[in-house]
């Protein structure tokens, strides 16, 4: 019961809150689609985080989508014990880089005093989900080998039953706990979304490589200064 909750209704109301929301946030206070930047309140601590972080995560979350998309070719791939041990090890390099990146901003957010301030609930509580799932990919890639042969014949069939809404949980519900929060962790996030500074990911800033310079002028009702 509590498994199919979890990971055949949860899936769907994570999606339509991010939808519903972040549409209903978008039209109604448009410039808060922002990951609100401190850069100019500290920017050492930041430029490490952030530039390990970001591109831990996106390396990550790629090579989730390849195997989403193309698992019979990583299995193909996995095949050959070198290539196998190739891709679980660069899997690994960026799941450390990523935690490592992410481990140096929720220091730097609780550290500086004028980061501090500025810091809402809502950061604090994405920061700790953040941090639970990537723990728990970590956790999975290092403990429950070979994760990118079993995500593609487990997890995607999994996750292609989500989206053709016929969820067949009975390829999840074996799985081990870390396993299991690794995915509902994914949930959380995607529902996490419009009410978080992870709304940025909405705003697709492609326009970005172009644009001028923008000053960064916050507009809070209450002193922020450190
Ligand atoms: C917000 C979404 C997600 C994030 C941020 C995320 C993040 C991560 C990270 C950081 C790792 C560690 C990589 C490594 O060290 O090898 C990982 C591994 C893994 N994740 Fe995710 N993940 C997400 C969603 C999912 C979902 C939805 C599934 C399955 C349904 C999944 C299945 C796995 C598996 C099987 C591994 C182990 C891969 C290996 O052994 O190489 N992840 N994930």
């Known amino acids: 019961m509590l498994d199919t909750l979890l990971f055949a209704v949860f899936p769907y109301v994570a999606v339509a809150l991010a939808v519903v929301v972040g549409f209903y946030r978008y039209f109604s206070d448009r410039f808060s ?8 309140l500290e ?5 490490w985080g952030s530039v390990s972080w970001h591109y831990g995560i996106l390396a990550i979350l790629l090579g989730h989508l390849i195997g989403f998309l193309i698992p019979r070719s990583v299995l193909a791939w996995n095949g050959v014990p070198w290539r196998l041990y190739v891709l679980e090890a660069s899997a690994l390099m960026f799941g450390i880089l990523t935690l490592w990146g992410l481990v ?9 005093a004028r980061i501090r301030v500025v810091t809402s609930l809502m950061d604090i509580v994405l920061l700790v989900v953040l941090l639970v799932q990537v723990v728990a990919g970590v ?12 995500y593609a014949g487990f997890a995607v069939p999994y996750l292609w039953s989500i989206i053709k809404f016929s969820p067949d949980i009975s390829l999840v519900n074996n799985l081990p706990f870390m396993v299991k929060l690794h995915i509902i962790g994914a949930y959380v996030i995607v529902g996490l979304i419009p009410f978080t500074r992870l709304v940025h990911l909405l705003s697709f800033p492609f326009t970005y490589f172009w644009r001028p310079y923008q000053v960064v002028i916050w507009n809070r009702r209450k002193e922020t200064r450190g």
């Open 33 to 40: 689609y922002s990951s609100l930047s401190s850069q100019f």
């Open 43 to 47: 920017n050492r601590g930041l430029f």
């Open 104 to 112: 140096v901003l929720i220091i730097r957010r609780f550290s500086s």
């Open 139 to 150: 956790w999975t890639a290092i403990f429950y080998r070979w994760g990118s042969s079993w």
